[in-house]
């Protein structure tokens, strides 16, 4: 079975924090992938990143970076400097051979001008 | 650009109608998927299709039913919609490669509301 957790349901920030989304994940299998998708209020689910289990390099793009950490079972999500064009439903999740994707429950980010 | 389209944002029916949520993909997918999203409940899978003519039940595939004539085209159906149905749905696509099944595109959504 697989599972995904995001305790943070609501955060809301001032522009030009930083701000940290969690995702922790539960699987058995040692091949998996995880991903984080982005929703603004327009409602489209946009992918933003890709990142499978035997890569624990982090990632960084632009204001977003990504840390991997197969020892706590966590996928972290950290936006530099927030802009109000942040604000969205933010979305981790899994997928492992043979099953489907499996989305944690959001984290819905404000940041506030 | 990648690019899936729903065929209606807004959708307003009465309870018994049926219903039809069509999905339509640019990008030569083979994977195609339906979700629901509800407040507190996050996306669930209610049906995909990994091919032609092929489906699948997802998580909650109770009072709905799918089609897929062509591969850039998928349908969902209620059969006779119920107030319970009122949520927005949110069709994807995606390659059938390992690890590239999670990289969904998705559509803009219809909110679907049941009265």
């Known amino acids: 079975a697989q599972k995904v957790t995001q305790a943070q349901t609501e955060i809301s920030v001032v522009e030009k924090e930083d701000v940290t989304l969690d995702c922790v994940y539960e699987?058995?299998?040692?091949?998996?992938?995880l991903f984080w998708y982005k929703q603004p209020p327009s409602g489209e689910l946009v992918f933003l990143i890709r990142?499978?289990?035997?890569?624990?390099q982090n990632e960084i793009s632009g204001r977003y970076s990504w840390n991997f950490q197969k020892s706590t079972s966590s996928f972290n999500f950290t936006i530099t400097a927030s802009q109000v064009v942040d604000s969205a439903v933010y979305f981790c999740a899994l997928i492992q051979a043979n099953s489907k994707l499996t989305f944690g429950k959001g984290i819905t980010l404000s940041v506030r001008p | 650009d990648v690019k899936v389209t729903q065929s209606s944002r807004y959708l307003v029916k009465r309870t018994g109608e049926k219903v039809f949520l069509e999905c339509v993909q640019d990008?030569?997918?083979?994977?195609m998927f339906w979700y629901r999203q509800d407040p507190g409940l996050g996306l669930r899978l209610i049906y995909f299709s990994y091919d032609v003519k092929m489906k699948e039940k997802g998580d909650i595939p109770e009072g709905y039913s799918v089609s897929r004539e062509k591969k850039e085209r998928f349908s969902l159906i209620l059969e006779s919609a119920s107030t319970n149905q009122t949520s927005m749905y949110l069709c994807?696509?995606?390659?059938?490669?390992?690890?590239?099944?999670?990289?969904?595109?998705f559509g803009p959504g219809t909110r679907l509301t049941v009265t």
């Open positions: 990142r499978n289990s035997f890569d624990e």
């Open positions: 699987t058995r299998d040692t091949t998996y992938y």
């Open positions: 990008m030569d997918h083979e994977n």
């Open positions: 994807a696509s995606s390659l059938p490669v390992q690890g590239r099944e999670g990289e969904q595109y």
